[in-house]
């Protein structure tokens, strides 16, 4: 009985229209973009009356901000894994690198529609969404303001750094492919070696705490 238990407790949940929809919706949006998909043609793709639809997402707009909040969720909980498991400094930049450099590519369509649709939010939505955005992008910039103030980042402008490694992560989510020349361990530590460049970082690399394949979980 007890192993007939575990056993179901591992099942996936299964999907849901509400999973469905989201899933259409990230596809289409992501691919066509926000302004270019009509609520029937995500009805008709996941096989429902359009009446229906509304029954689980008052609005387009509405799915979208359900998508993107999911997002934000993402980010702030893999910039806080990278930040709290790893005791250093430097290790908190080489992990939240290689994080952000996996969530945009293994999670690309998000990525391409919460960088791309940001204006169409709702200003309630926008709001939220630029506040925590900024909240991300201090979080790093803490990160490399103690680097320099332990005398082991050489930064000239904290501010323009931040985004430089920010932007560089994000514009993987546009050309990843998994089956692409460079597997995505190598470009994980590629741009980690490209990050310690520009914060100007020459010391010693000791093993990071976090494994690479659970970077995303939680």
Request: with cysteine; proline share 3%; hydrophobic share 40%.
């Amino acid at each position: 009985m007890a192993s007939e238990q575990a056993t179901a407790s591992t099942e996936p949940r299964p999907r849901s229209t509400s999973d469905v929809i989201v899933e259409t919706g990230l596809k289409l949006f992501s691919e066509i973009g926000y302004d270019g998909v009509g609520m029937r043609q995500i009805a008709s793709i996941v096989g429902i009356k359009a009446a229906s639809l509304y029954n689980h997402y008052a609005s387009k707009e509405e799915l979208l901000w359900s998508i993107v909040e999911d997002a934000l969720g993402k980010f702030r909980g893999y910039q806080r894994k990278a930040f709290t498991e790893e005791a250093t400094t430097a290790n908190r930049l080489r992990a939240f690198v290689r994080l952000h450099v996996q969530f945009h590519a293994e999670q690309s369509q998000m990525a391409r529609v919460v960088n791309n649709n940001m204006e169409s939010l709702a200003p309630a939505h926008y709001s939220i969404t630029a506040q925590r955005r900024e909240e991300f992008e201090h979080g790093l910039r803490q990160v490399l303001q103690f680097g320099c103030d332990e005398g082991i980042f050489l930064i000239r402008n904290v501010r323009l750094t931040s985004h430089a490694i920010l932007d560089m992560g994000i514009g993987i989510s546009s050309w990843y492919r998994a089956d692409g020349p460079d597997p995505l361990s190598g470009i994980m530590a590629a741009y980690e070696e490209i990050a310690l460049h520009m914060v100007g970082y020459t010391g010693e690399l000791t093993p990071l705490l976090t494994e690479s394949d659970s970077l995303l979980d939680g």
